[in-house]
């Protein structure tokens, strides 16, 4: 961002000779220094001089230029109407951007009229939702040190989601920040800059940080800072965020403050400045969620991004759904944003996890309750929102009737949940209060289809107060009386011609054409000469019309204010409000995921003490089983003794699926849903881990091998024996030797010293030796098959490692001359030491029974078919010792090559 858009030296030097408008432009620039000041004057937003210029250049709005006594400055004003879309683009240019309102009637106005910033909108504080996305927040962070201990604090300002948490680590800092990915943040003194490339980062005045002044807020917002904090650091971050909060909100009242720099850098937001203390309060902070980053299942940023979590955009570049996608079929925005925060925070405690599971099934089992539901839940608001909106008093009528038309249903979704059975669901109906003092106020004061302006009348119902109920009846019984005036006049006057009009400049008239003005009356006064007529008013027309103005006038303000006051009666619910909020958008996403558990039959998953635990019978890929015509299910089994797989295959043949897949089901079944698979019992994972190598993210362009080295680094680093670890081709930025002798090495780590869930995924096939070196390690495989010009894929995970010399095989089926595939074939033995002793490679790949239960029966019955027929034939001892070599092979695993070998060695010895 562009810093110091404040006013050019030259202008402060001479505010003198500014006329007071400037001069306040002038003033207001310097106390949001930080921004760009968009300036109302009339029906516009202007920005002068150098701010013009950007403005202009950026909205791609005509520079104009204002002359006034004392110069000439460029100028370019935006349309207040339509000013959310221009505000946007600059927002999208990293600029900050201070709303500075008349906050004063022209008309009462002597001098110049008062204007105070009324909001600074920011990436990371909008409350507009015209610049908001609806089904996920937007927060800001704030990152504090103290004690050596990292405070972090995260806000969503448009629905008051306030969370904060303290970790010791950077690495920890960044892992946290991934779940949230904050639009921006501010960091106190000596904090780093952790943040990602989207995030716009400010630092921000030490004071906000200092402990006093944190304190202070934080109690008067939350309560107590020790009983609810642990550490200076966090509290320092949460009082340095509320402070930047109210700051964003602007101030109420211009206060005409100097601007004071306390020694802040001009990029810095200067957070005690010229607002003082004068900002509003924002009432619907009150709740404050203290977490521990241990109480749910880690997914950093690398992990969200490559399971493809919510953005697809990250790994592969091609289009197709997200996890998020396929799971959200909530009903209300509350419901998706809860459904999403559950993905990005997975539990850790079986019994939470129990609960949502209990809930989900009993839904899953019961269409009607769960369709009634999502019905009611469809005319669901965000009250989250809207309540924000409320409390900063933003909120209009029609946001109040929408509160009532959301408190409306919760009746009956109590009703629906009444014969509820198991305890989540019950506690939800009770926590569903609907408020029925809220809705009650609502439905009496606020009309039903009421305006947008709430300024202009038209608000407030009839028969809520007696007084606007008067000055409504005065305004009818003048507007009658004039609508039965013409009847009166022609009568008095017999000119059946007579008219009564009225235009906004004379107000009510009386027309009476030319050839009838002999009869008009004494007590007429003419107003206007026409073509062919004459205007006239009467005294009695033009009291009446001032009681009707007047009228007008006083009931359109007496609404205002009975508006405001029911407005500020809901804010000061604003709590209740919340925490039905929190019970809807709760019901909402355990219908969500009840919904499409019964859809597209999922099973409930269940959590096992065995460590390192995973038995998934016919899993499936939850996003990819939806693009796809027929999707294969696999089976996964891991243990304490067997828990590192090897996986080996063709390119295509859906190893990078599988292996994503257990990773979701896993984290699907902790954040409390149903899982793609026929059965799974699972262990709790503390942390999934991912590493997608440089074949699979070529797309996002950035898988340089430092990058690659940085996140195994983190792996390694940070996975303990409860994570869950997938490697998808680890040490492909690197030469050969190099890479396969950093995946051993790997491999080893892993297994020896951390004793994680691991998936491997490698084209490196020396790693299916390590594997069968390693107690714990096991190879599967893909396959593939050629069929003509084509290669099939039956996406059948298998027992053992895959056949090392497949490219070989598919180029001797394509037609490459015998003799290049058997020097390949040389080679290929000449480059893998152990693969020409047919001793070890038998040993090597001795296929393991326990590793895999999908283990294609048909091959095994092939095997014992082949075994009877040697024997049968069998005659001599030469033959019966072949035969017992060839029933030994298990061909389901044995490569080509393999096969190769054996019947070579066969040969030789029947040539014996
Ligand atoms: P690899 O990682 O082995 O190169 P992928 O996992 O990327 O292979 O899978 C390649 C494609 O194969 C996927 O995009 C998907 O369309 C399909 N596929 C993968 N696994 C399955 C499966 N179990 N059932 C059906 N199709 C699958
Ligand atoms: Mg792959």
């Known amino acids: 961002m562009d810093a110091a858009l404040g006013p050019p030296e030259k202008m402060a030097d001479r505010a003198d000779d500014l006329t007071p408008m400037m001069r306040q432009y002038f003033e207001l620039c310097s106390a949001y220094d930080d921004s760009l000041v968009l300036f109302q004057v009339g029906d516009f937003y202007e920005a002068f001089c150098d701010a013009a210029e950007r403005v202009s250049r950026l909205c791609e709005i005509t520079l104009t230029k204002r002359e006034d006594s004392t110069g000439t400055y460029p100028m370019a004003g935006v349309p207040i109407d339509n000013a959310e879309s221009y505000i946007d683009t600059l927002l999208d240019a990293g600029y900050r951007v201070a709303v500075?309102?008349?906050?004063?009637?022209?008309?009462?106005?002597?001098?110049?009229?008062?204007?105070?910033?009324?909001?600074?909108?920011?990436?990371?504080?909008?409350?507009?939702?015209?610049?908001?996305?609806?089904?996920?927040?937007?927060?800001?962070?704030?990152?504090?040190?103290?004690?050596?201990?990292?405070?972090?604090?995260?806000?969503?300002?448009?629905?008051?989601?306030?969370?904060?948490?303290?970790?010791?680590?950077?690495?920890?800092?960044?892992?946290?920040?991934?779940?949230?990915?904050?639009?921006?943040?501010?960091?106190?003194?000596?904090?780093?800059?952790?943040?990602?490339?989207?995030?716009?980062?400010?630092?921000?005045?030490?004071?906000?940080?200092?402990?006093?002044?944190?304190r202070e807020l934080v109690a008067a917002y939350f309560g107590d800072p020790d009983a609810l904090l642990a550490g200076d650091a966090e509290i320092s971050a949460c009082g340095a965020l509320l402070d930047y909060a109210e700051y964003t909100r602007g101030a109420e009242t211009d206060d005409g403050a100097a601007p004071d720099d306390g020694g802040a850098s001009a990029?810095?937001?200067?957070?005690?400045?010229?607002?003082?203390?004068?900002?509003?309060?924002?009432?619907?902070?009150?709740?404050?969620?203290?977490?521990?980053?241990?109480?749910?299942?880690?997914?950093?940023?690398?992990?969200?991004?490559?399971?493809?979590?919510?953005?697809?955009?990250?790994?592969?570049?091609?289009?197709?759904?997200?996890?998020?996608?396929?799971?959200?079929?909530?009903?209300?925005?509350?419901?998706?944003?809860?459904?999403?925060?559950?993905?990005?925070?997975?539990?850790?405690?079986?019994?939470?996890?129990?609960?949502?599971?209990?809930?989900?099934?009993?839904?899953?089992?019961?269409?009607?309750?769960?369709?009634?539901?999502?019905?009611?839940?469809?005319?669901?608001?965000?009250?989250?929102?809207?309540?924000?909106?409320?409390?900063?008093?933003?909120?209009?009528?029609?946001?109040?009737?929408?509160?009532?038309?959301?408190?409306?249903?919760?009746?009956?979704?109590?009703?629906?949940?009444?014969?509820?059975?198991?305890?989540?669901?019950?506690?939800?109906?009770?926590?569903?209060?609907?408020?029925?003092?809220v809705r009650d106020r609502i439905g009496r004061a606020i009309r039903e289809e009421p305006p947008i302006e709430v300024t202009e009348g038209g608000v407030v119902r009839e028969g809520y107060d007696a007084d606007l109920d008067d000055l409504r009846e005065t305004e009818r019984s003048g507007k009658q009386w004039i609508d039965a005036l013409e009847e009166t006049e022609r009568e008095r006057t017999g000119v059946d011609s007579l008219k009564v009009g009225h235009n906004s400049v004379h107000g009510y008239y009386i027309e009476v054409t030319d050839p009838n003005l002999d009869a008009v009356p004494e007590d007429y006064e003419r107003r206007q000469t026409l073509k062919n007529s004459e205007r006239f008013v009467t005294p009695e027309l033009k009291a009446r019309e001032d009681e009707i103005i007047q009228a007008e006038q006083r009931a359109d303000d007496l609404e205002y204010r009975l508006f405001r006051e029911t407005r500020d009666a809901v804010a000061a619910e604003a709590e209740r409000v919340q925490a039905v909020a929190e019970a809807l958008a709760e019901l909402d996403a355990l219908v969500s995921l009840a919904t499409v558990a019964a859809e597209h039959d999922y099973t409930r998953p269940s959590f096992v003490d065995a460590p390192k635990h995973v038995d998934i019978r016919g899993g499936r890929h939850p996003v990819v089983e939806r693009t796809q015509e027929s999707f294969v299910p696999n089976d996964t089994r891991l243990d304490a003794d067997r828990f590192f797989a090897v996986v080996t295959g063709p390119n295509m043949s859906g190893k990078s699926t599988y292996m994503r897949q257990v990773a979701l089901i896993q984290l699907m079944a902790q954040a409390g849903g149903f899982v793609p698979a026929a059965d799974a019992d699972l262990a709790l994972v503390d942390r999934v881990f991912t590493r997608v190598g440089a074949s699979d993210d070529i797309a996002g362009g950035k898988s340089t091998f430092m990058v690659e080295m940085t996140e195994l680094a983190t792996i390694l680093d940070n996975a303990t024996e409860r994570s869950l670890i997938l490697l998808d081709e680890v040490g492909r930025g690197t030469s050969t030797a190099d890479g396969l002798a950093i995946a051993r090495a790997v491999t080893e780590y892993v297994h020896d010293e951390i004793g994680a869930r691991t998936l491997f995924a490698t084209h490196h096939h020396e790693l299916t030796e390590t594997a069968v070196d390693l107690p714990g390690a096991f190879n599967l495989h893909f396959t593939?098959?050629?069929?003509?010009?084509?290669?099939?894929?039956?996406?059948?995970?298998?027992?053992?490692?895959?056949?090392?010399?497949?490219?070989?095989?598919?180029?001797?089926?394509?037609?490459?001359?015998?003799?290049?595939?058997?020097?390949?074939?040389?080679?290929?033995?000449?480059?893998?030491?152990?693969?020409?002793?047919?001793?070890?490679?038998?040993?090597?790949?001795?296929?393991?029974?326990?590793?895999?239960?999908?283990?294609?029966?048909?091959?095994?019955?092939?095997?014992?078919?082949?075994?009877?027929?040697?024997?049968?034939?069998?005659?001599?001892?030469?033959?019966?010792?072949?035969a017992a070599t060839i029933r030994a092979q298990n061909l389901a695993t044995t490569t080509p090559i393999e096969a190769l070998q054996l019947l070579h060695d066969l040969q030789e010895r029947l040539d014996d």
């Not at 500075?100 to 110049?112: H, R």
């Not at 950077?170 to 000596?190: C, K, N, T, Y």
């Not at 009150?286 to 990250?314: C, G, I, K, M, Q």
């Not at 040993?843 to 014992?864: I, K, L, M, Q, W």
Request: aromatic share 4%; proline share 4%; glycine share 8%.
């Open 784 to 882: 593939a098959e050629q069929r003509g010009e084509r290669v099939d894929f039956d996406h059948e995970v298998r027992s053992g490692p895959a056949a090392a010399s497949y490219g070989v095989e598919v180029a001797r089926e394509a037609g490459i001359p015998e003799a290049v595939v058997e020097r390949s074939r040389a080679l290929l033995d000449a480059d893998e030491p152990g693969r020409g002793d047919s001793d070890e490679t038998a040993n090597g790949h001795r296929p393991d029974v326990r590793s895999n239960g999908a283990t294609a029966d048909g091959d095994s019955a092939a095997t014992d078919d082949a075994a009877d027929d040697t024997a049968d034939g069998a005659a001599d001892s030469t033959d019966v010792d072949l």
């Open 267 to 437: 990029a810095s937001v200067d957070g005690d400045g010229a607002a003082g203390d004068d900002h509003g309060r924002l009432d619907y902070l009150n709740h404050l969620t203290r977490y521990d980053p241990r109480e749910y299942l880690l997914l950093d940023r690398v992990a969200l991004e490559s399971l493809e979590l919510f953005d697809r955009r990250a790994v592969h570049g091609r289009a197709g759904a997200t996890l998020a996608e396929v799971l959200d079929e909530t009903a209300c925005a509350l419901g998706g944003r809860e459904l999403k925060d559950w993905l990005r925070r997975p539990l850790l405690d079986r019994d939470r996890i129990a609960a949502r599971h209990d809930a989900v099934g009993e839904l899953t089992g019961d269409v009607r309750t769960r369709e009634r539901l999502h019905d009611d839940l469809r005319d669901v608001y965000d009250i989250e929102r809207l309540i924000s909106r409320v409390s900063r008093a933003r909120a209009n009528a029609r946001d109040l009737r929408s509160l009532k038309a959301t408190l409306d249903v919760v009746p009956e979704l109590r009703e629906t949940l009444a014969d509820a059975d198991c305890e989540k669901l019950r506690a939800l109906r009770d926590r569903l209060d609907p408020l029925e003092d």
């Open 100 to 214: 500075a309102d008349q906050v004063q009637d022209p008309e009462e106005a002597t001098g110049v009229v008062d204007r105070a910033v009324t909001r600074v909108v920011t990436p990371g504080t909008l409350t507009e939702d015209e610049l908001l996305r609806t089904d996920d927040n937007n927060f800001v962070a704030c990152l504090a040190l103290a004690d050596g201990e990292y405070g972090l604090a995260v806000l969503d300002v448009s629905t008051g989601d306030f969370y904060a948490t303290s970790v010791a680590r950077e690495s920890a800092v960044v892992d946290e920040l991934g779940r949230f990915s904050p639009a921006e943040a501010i960091v106190g003194p000596d904090a780093p800059d952790l943040f990602a490339d989207d995030c716009m980062v400010t630092p921000y005045d030490g004071a906000v940080f200092a402990d006093d002044h944190a």
